[in-house]
């Protein structure tokens, strides 16, 4: 069964788009492409399928679409504290529109470019709608940022702000009250949060060796910090964490809403792409000269399992026990 | 938006079917895999997409269907002479069915123990089924097999026998004249061809460094070879080929068909994952030496472009003068 050679034809219109490395010995053309890696470096891979109706709008743009299925890996990488190199692109199409391959191009170009990360294998199939990129990139073994490191007593990081896309999501879901709190700005920063993540990928690089274990935040900061807490417990027993919603950093479009509505985006909603890190207090000097302007202290690791805040009165509640925070959240 | 959790289960799930390698620093469970790349080798990579409906028939059994995905990327490896070490998956999958998932990842563990490739990073996603499988392989640079090193005179080979894998679409397309002319056995032995294909991964390996260039057939013999003749060409001018029709290998089913009939799957029909190659004459003693048993010399290289035959008067007659053969290939 084939694929029409159309799709060959893209392949090659592919190539020639983003930057050319010295360490790609054989890039798109051949049975396979052929990588030096650099002596004393391991390889970081990650691989993400986005979907249409499932990780994107049906009619999010192309240049954006571009944009973010590559953000998406190198926010892995970032993750990591890895340094980007190399990707791949595996591209289901329902047609060939010329158009839309040049605006998805143009994105994905723009985003590769600005990270020197070059394309070096795809596959272009006839199907609906599926976009799957495989990210690599270069990281010192000893200062990779994992996930297994944090420990109790450890201060939570985060970039950036948090909720935005969360927020974005459900004024394209047509949240009514959502809208009329807002302005036409305000909705159009938070569509380009949700579209157009900026994955951090120079603030990852110049972490690493630092933080105890870190994350990128693509399923919603409970989620995450709770992949963190799980990865970094012993005997099978998770850590926890106490959170001061206070201090979650929200944009200003965000503190237009209620807080309780913005701080529910912010703990619950995914799709920001920024980091979440642990650092041991011991860090804190560092941290607060070097990179105070690019991330917030949120809260403290904890020994006992569970995410929690601080009320009023000085009490521990509960904000989820659950490990996929996410998918039994309500609000505290 | 998110992906079931059961999704992420399901990636554990995985993890723990394939080999187990020390370079796999960090397997699957965080951000990114870290692998670590021999010293002296390059990596080669090459990812492939299976839609259902495009490249395989929605009734395929789950368990042919997570060999052939692997089968199909460790193809390319061999064409590379590359030695197989990881690989990452992308999994889009209608719903979650445990039965077909159990069946889909014995077929595809099965493979990789046999070639001790690790599954080392991947994603599921819910949607229509397509999977998408990137290999990663290790090659010296010198002995690496390309596309682009064939010469005038060099002799043409191939593995195993061609075309089966195009008469047992044919079969599931319904062709009733090629049933009637062959027996249950031989309809079982196509079917297995197409569904689980042999990649000649340990051949290319011990091939590397002997071929002028080397090939995988997955899209039919002229449009693959039509690849290296034209990779191979110089200012724009693809070389050409002169193919000795009565050399074509055949399967014993095959052979049941009326020859022109056969003759036309060998040359034409694709998913047969054997190698194409070429080595110039001085290495004809070699070859007939240690390889003889496992590849077939089918013709030469020609400085016209253009595959030609040649017919019983002994004139050169055109099989094809399309780069991409398959699809303009009328019968002879």
Chains 1, 2 share one sequence.
């Not at 994105?107 to 990270?115: K, Q, T, V």
Request: charged share 20%; hydrophobic share 40%.
């Amino acid at each position: 069964m084939k694929t029409p050679s159309e799709f060959e034809l893209i392949k090659q219109y592919f190539s020639a788009l983003t930057p050319s490395r010295d360490d790609v010995l054989l890039g798109i053309g051949d049975d396979c492409a052929l990588l030096q890696t650099p002596t004393g470096k391991a390889v970081a891979v990650s691989i993400d399928t986005l979907v249409s109706g499932q990780h994107f709008e049906p009619n999010t743009s192309a240049y954006d679409l571009g944009h973010k299925s590559l953000a998406v890996g190198l926010s892995d990488l970032a993750a990591m504290g890895a340094e980007p190199a190399w990707f791949t692109l595996a591209l289901t199409l329902p047609g060939v529109d010329v158009e839309w391959l040049q605006d998805f191009s143009r994105g994905l170009a723009a985003l590769a470019g600005e990270h020197g990360i070059q394309l070096v294998g795809g596959d272009t199939t006839s199907g609906p709608l599926t976009i799957s990129i495989q990210v690599h990139g270069f990281t010192d073994v000893e200062h990779t940022l994992k996930r297994s490191g944090a420990q109790s007593g450890d201060m939570i990081y985060v970039t950036g702000t948090l909720g935005d896309a969360g927020a974005a999501l459900a004024l394209a879901k047509g949240d009514a009250k959502l809208a009329a709190a807002l302005n036409l700005a305000d909705r159009d920063y938070l569509q380009q949060r949700l579209n157009k993540p900026t994955p951090r990928v120079d603030f990852g690089e110049q972490l690493a060796g630092l933080p105890t274990a870190a994350i990128d935040i693509s399923d919603g900061l409970l989620a995450d910090l709770g992949h963190i807490l799980e990865a970094s417990g012993k005997d099978n027993k998770s850590l926890g964490a106490r959170i001061d919603l206070a201090r979650l950093p929200l944009s200003a479009a965000l503190q237009k809403l209620p807080i309780e509505k913005a701080q529910q985006f912010a703990l619950s909603a995914g799709d920001d792409y920024e980091l979440c890190f642990t650092a041991s207090p011991a860090e804190f000097g560092c941290l607060q000269a070097d990179f105070a302007d690019r991330c917030t202290r949120i809260g403290i690791v904890d020994s006992q399992a569970g995410i929690y805040r601080i009320d009023d009165k000085g009490k521990l509640v509960t904000i989820t026990t659950e490990k996929a925070g996410y998918e039994h959240f309500t609000s505290s």
